[in-house]
Structures are given as C-alpha cells and as structure tokens.
C-alpha cells in the first residue's frame, strides 16, 4: 500500500495580531505590539494552499478556532459583559487578554503528532493532539484541536486525547517529529526530537521533552529498533530553535539540517538512524549537514530556510519535488544561494517563494502552517469533501474574509466588545463553510 502525504493548514483568525507571546521565539518577541493586518496574514495563507493543491498536494483546511476565547476568561474568574470582561482582563493583564485572542493555532504543525497505519502495531493511522503546554495562548488549541481531528477523520484513525502531565510532557506535535521513509512511504521510521536534558539552553525553556517523544511512541505502538530520539543542541534554543523545524527540515528518504541543529550527545542515535534506515528502507538516508559557513545559524534562524515546505509529487510516473521558502531565504544572499545549490544538485526540481510576512513576524514559515498526514489513497477520498481544497472554497473563503476581517489591529483593539464579537460571528461563518458547525465543536 503506499501514502499519500496530504496536507492541514487552517484559516489565519481575525484577531491575528502580534502578542509576543512565542516562549524562545525571536520573531515573536521582535514584533511584539507592532500593529497586524489579519486579512493580509488570511490571504497569504490561502495562497500558499492555493499553491500547493495547484501543485497536486491533497490540500486540507480547517477554520480559525473561535477567539477571543471567553472559556479561558471566565475560568481565570472574570465576570460580567463581555465589554467589561475585556476591559478588565486588559487592564489587569494585557498578556491574558492576547493569549485568549491569539491565532496561534494556525501553525499546524503544532497540532499533533501523525504517524502512519503501517508504522503502528494496531494498522492504525495514529495522531497524538499535541498539548502545548509551555505557553498559556498555545495550551488552550488542544480541545478544540482534538475535536476537529476526530471529526475531520472520523473512521480507521486513532485521534488521541493530548498527553496529560503538564510541564514534564512538554509537547508541540509534529514540529519536533520527522518520519523518514520510502518514496511511497510504506516502510518508514520516526525520529522525536526534544530539547529537555543535560545540557540545558541558558536562554529559553525547551518546549518538548524526551519523556513526551517516548509516551508518544509507546501510544502509536511504533516498533522500538525504528524509533529515534535526537536532542536538540542548547545553543540552536538558544539562538531561537524554539522547534526542531526551525533548523531541520525532512521528506522521505531526505533530511536536511543545520549542523546546530543537534547536540553532540546525538552522535550515535545518528548513526543507528543511518544504518536501521538502510535496512528498513534498503537505500541510504540522504542526510545534509549545512555547516554554519555556508549559513550560520542566525542567519538560518532569521531566514526561517529550515521552515521551507518540501513536497513532492508523481506525474506519469514521473516524481518531482518542490520547496516552498519563504521570501526572506530569495532576499538573503548566503540562504538563496544555498537554495540555487540544492536545486543544481537535484535535491529539489522546483523552488517557489512564499511571502508569508504575517506568519513569519509571529515566527511562523511555510512548514509551521502545515501538518503533514501520510494517509492510503482509500483513507483520504473517505474524508469530508467540505474540508478539501477547492477553486469554489478559496473563493467563499476569500469573500468573508476581505468583507469582515481588519486590516490593522493591535493589543488594545481587543478590548473592544463589538471588534471581539465581529470576530467571533466571522469565525462562526468560516466554520460553516468549511462543514463545521457548532454543535459539532
Ligand atoms: O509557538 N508563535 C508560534 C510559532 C509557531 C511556529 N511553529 C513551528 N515552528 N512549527 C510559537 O511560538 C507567536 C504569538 C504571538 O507573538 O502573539 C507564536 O505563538
């Protein structure tokens, strides 16, 4: 059986702005309170899914999850109108008041860990919702999250509930997971990555842990000799590799790193990746190492290069493999020219810049606003048509979004009940056409 590689990004919400709220998260940190243009961060979503369903990629789409997020306001003990609630949480703590309007969840990548049917001891495809639990804004996803995953795939899928245990299962889902594996992805293995243990980054808290990696193995029943765990090295935390994601980028049989990217201490688990898969996969692991002379680590970490989205697809027999990066790799003169390299060196055919300007300043690229699900062609036309990419849908979409999303919003337009309450309506629009309803969530 072989796997298609589909892809979830989800709708950028109307009250995208600029919290400042990323733990390690430099961009975040940098344009924090700098005004957003939520409609701008909608439409430059839409036409990165535009271009990868144009490329042939199953192209999925889930709504903005409903914000501001009165739940999580109400439960910290706020009362009264939702004018007064705002206004209170905003003079109170400006801080709580982004994190219960933040967009956040449109990096899906951080929605869950996937891994194939044919890896699991149960033939099951496994999704484990990730709980983000080392920021306020990003731990209030995994409800709804859960709920829209075990909706959207509904039958032959395990869509496991997030890891209970807080701070010590620090988990941010498929960010910090590679599956590494054949062309038609049938015999594959998983490598976790975390960033817990000796040593420590100085700066940052490392937001997944090796605890997590190993519970989320031992859930999908992946066989043990295939599953991997690399640490991350301090100094990329550090530097701002709040992901792996951020300095490593996997396809197949491909997987391209800064050479920071993973503490020494990892040495070895690199060697036994290689050789189990060599056997598993009966051809070599096409393992990059971009030394920092070529792009330091700032320079990876300022580019986002790492965060570019690989796909590939097969056309009469013929496979083609495409990297969508962000505009600021073609800007910066040592990251396009590592590009133009790898292009001339056949490890990409294609290469299409992608300005994503909104999700970048929040310290999100192109690979972030996307979760990868290697699923069976008989699996994916069993999913429902309203979540699938399609010229009608992006125009629906696009109508609501250019009649009712803002232009320009900061922090303190949040407090305004009747901007929230727009807000709320709008996301309740995009739900309905994207076939999620209410009741349902
Ligand atoms: O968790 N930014 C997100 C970016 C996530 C990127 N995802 C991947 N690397 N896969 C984060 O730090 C910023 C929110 C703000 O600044 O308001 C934020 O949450």
Not at 155 to 170: C, K
Not at 294 to 303: F, K, R, S, V, Y
Not at 341 to 364: I, K, P
């Amino acid at each position: 059986m072989s796997f298609i590689e589909a892809q979830i990004d989800r709708v950028v919400g109307p009250t995208h702005h600029f919290g400042g709220l990323g733990v390690g998260n430099v961009a975040s940190k940098m344009h924090a309170g700098q005004a957003s243009n939520p409609q701008a961060a909608a439409f430059q979503g839409l036409d990165k899914m535009r271009l990868v369903a144009g490329l042939g990629v199953p192209q999925l789409i889930l709504p903005p999850q409903p914000r501001p997020d009165f739940h999580l306001l109400t439960a910290f003990g706020y009362r009264g109108t939702p004018a007064e609630i705002l206004q209170n949480v905003l003079d109170d703590d400006p801080s709580v008041l982004s994190a219960a309007a933040s967009c956040s969840a449109m990096w899906t990548a951080n929605a869950a860990t996937v891994t194939p049917s044919c890896d699991s001891d149960q033939g099951t495809l496994m999704m484990t919702v990730a709980n983000l639990s080392a920021s306020l804004h990003r731990s209030i996803e995994a409800t709804v999250t859960r709920k829209e995953l075990g909706r959207l795939f509904n039958t032959g899928v395990e869509v496991r509930d997030a890891l209970p245990g807080g701070a010590s299962m620090r988990d941010e889902g498929a960010a910090n997971h590679m599956r590494l594996s054949s062309p038609d992805g049938q015999f594959g293995v998983n490598v976790f990555v975390h960033g817990d243990g000796q040593p420590e980054p100085h700066l940052h808290w490392p937001r997944q842990t090796l605890a997590t990696g190993k519970a989320i193995a031992r859930g999908h029943g992946l066989k043990e000799n295939d599953v991997f765990h690399l640490k991350q090295h301090p100094d990329a935390i550090d530097a701002g590799a709040f992901h792996n994601d951020v300095v490593a980028m996997s396809h197949q049989d491909l997987l391209i790193h800064h050479e920071s990217a993973f503490a020494p201490e990892s040495r070895s688990e690199m060697s036994r990746l290689q050789s189990r898969f060599q056997e598993v996969v009966e051809r070599p692991l096409r393992v990059l190492s971009i030394a920092s002379d070529e792009l330091t680590l700032e320079d990876a970490i300022n580019t986002y290069f790492f965060n570019s989205q690989v796909i590939s697809t097969s056309n009469s027999g013929k496979t083609s493999w495409s990297i969508l990066c962000p505009v600021q790799v073609q800007r910066h003169t040592g990251a396009n020219q590592l590009i133009q390299r790898l292009c001339a060196e056949d490890v990409f055919d294609a290469v299409h810049f992608v300005d994503l300007g909104q999700s970048m300043d929040g310290g999100g690229g192109p690979a972030c606003l996307r979760l990868r699900v290697p699923i069976s062609k008989h699996k994916l036309v069993r999913l429902a048509e309203s979540a699938f990419w399609t010229e009608t849908l992006d125009s629906d979409l696009r109508d609501i979004i250019s009649d009712r999303y803002p232009r320009k919003l900061q922090l303190a337009d949040l407090a305004d009940a009747e901007i929230c309450q727009q807000a709320l309506e709008t996301q309740r629009l995009l739900s309905e056409r994207l076939g999620h309803t209410a009741n349902q969530l």
